[in-house]
């Protein structure tokens, strides 16, 4: 079988995490040339797929590599944050990002950190999933202050925890 592209790798790791099939991922590295896996863009999103897939052993292990480097890399911290919400690991990706959002205030202009809006919607949904009501509203002002707009996807988790929030029943009957 031919090299694999970098572009074909994207793929099938983006169809396997939605899918939640992991049995492609354990193979895909055969066949891809070695510049391509020792980029950090491409682990991170094997990381993301391993931990979308439930594959957290594998995920966990590739994590490491990320805090040993002090997740210097802000494309890649948003692809690890949005990996582990949809694996379910909400309490895991909420202390990640306060990890990650430490290291950001130290950053400099000459090595910027930064999380873009998958990363800030995948700590959102994480606190909603949880039903996290108080640190899900507090968490909205950290994203507006980034000059994000929430998108229909928070709203339909913002709108999923209130419907699960008992006070929101009680309110009803009234």
């Not at 992991?22 to 066949?31: D, E």
């Not at 990320?66 to 379910?88: A, H, K, Q, V």
Request: aromatic share 14%; glycine share 4%; with cysteine.
């Amino acid at each position: 079988m031919p090299e694999m592209t970098e572009t074909t790798a994207d793929y099938i790791l983006y169809s396997c995490a939605e899918l939640h099939d992991g049995t492609i991922i354990k193979q895909i590295s055969r066949y891809l040339p070695n510049y391509i896996k020792e980029k950090y863009a491409f682990k991170s999103k094997l990381l993301r797929s391993y931990y979308t897939c439930h594959m957290k052993k594998e995920g966990d292990a590739l994590l490491a590599l990320f805090e040993r480097n002090n997740f210097r890399f802000s494309d890649c911290n948003n692809n690890i944050l949005d990996g582990l919400y949809e694996g379910g690991y909400y309490t895991e990706c909420i202390s990640l990002y306060q990890k990650i959002e430490g290291i950001m205030k130290e950053a400099t202009a000459e090595n910027p950190l930064k999380l873009y809006h998958r990363g800030y919607f995948a700590v959102l949904k994480s606190y909603c999933k949880m039903l996290e009501e108080e640190k899900a509203v507090k968490f909205i002002q950290t994203i507006k202050q980034q000059q994000i707009y929430l998108d229909e996807d928070c709203y339909f988790c913002l709108c999923e925890m209130y419907d699960s929030l008992s006070q929101w029943e009680d309110l009803s009957k009234h």
